[in-house]
Nanobody, 121 residues
Framework: QVQLVESGGGLVQAGGSLRLSCAAS????????MGWYRQAPGKQRELVAA???????NYADSVKGRSTISRDNAKNTVYLQMNSLKPEDTAVYLC???????????????WGQGTQVTVSS
C-alpha cells in the first residue's frame, strides 16, 4: 500500500522556523502533485502549499513570503520550510499526495496521518 511518512513537526517559539518533510512510498507509478494542508481546532482544513512534479508551487496567502515548498522527485519527498512562525500557524499539518499506482490507474489523493505544529507566543 501507499504510505506517507511525515516528520518535522513540533513546538517552536513565535518567529522561529520549522521544516516539514513528507516521503511517499509503495506502489507508485507517478506523482503529479504533493503538498501540505493544515487544520486547527474549530477551523476548516486549508491548503498551506503544494507543488507539482514539474516544480510549480502554490501557497496560501497566509504563508506566502515566509514559506517555501520544494520536492525531491527521486525520493518522492516534499518539504515545507516555514519561517517567521506565528501562533496562528498552530495546527495539525497533513501531507497530501496525488498519484497513480499504475499507468492505467486513475489519479487519486493520499493523506498522511498528520504532524502537530505548535507555535508559542
Amino acid at each position: 500500500q501507499v504510505q506517507l511518512v511525515e516528520s518535522g513537526g513540533g513546538l517552536v517559539q513565535a518567529g522561529g522556523s520549522l521544516r516539514l518533510s513528507c516521503a511517499a512510498s509503495g506502489p507508485i507509478f507517478s506523482i503529479s502533485a504533493m503538498g501540505w494542508y493544515r487544520q486547527a481546532p474549530g477551523k476548516q482544513r486549508e491548503l498551506v502549499a503544494a507543488i507539482t512534479s514539474g516544480g510549480d508551487p502554490n501557497y496560501a496567502d497566509s504563508v506566502k513570503g515566509r514559506s517555501t515548498i520544494s520536492r525531491d522527485n527521486a525520493k518522492n519527498t516534499v518539504y515545507l520550510q516555514m519561517n517567521s512562525l506565528k501562533p496562528e500557524d498552530t495546527a495539525v499539518y497533513l501531507c497530501n499526495v496525488r498519484l497513480k499506482k499504475r499507468s492505467w490507474y486513475p489519479e487519486d489523493d493520499y493523506w498522511g496521518q498528520g504532524t502537530q505544529v505548535t507555535v508559542s507566543s
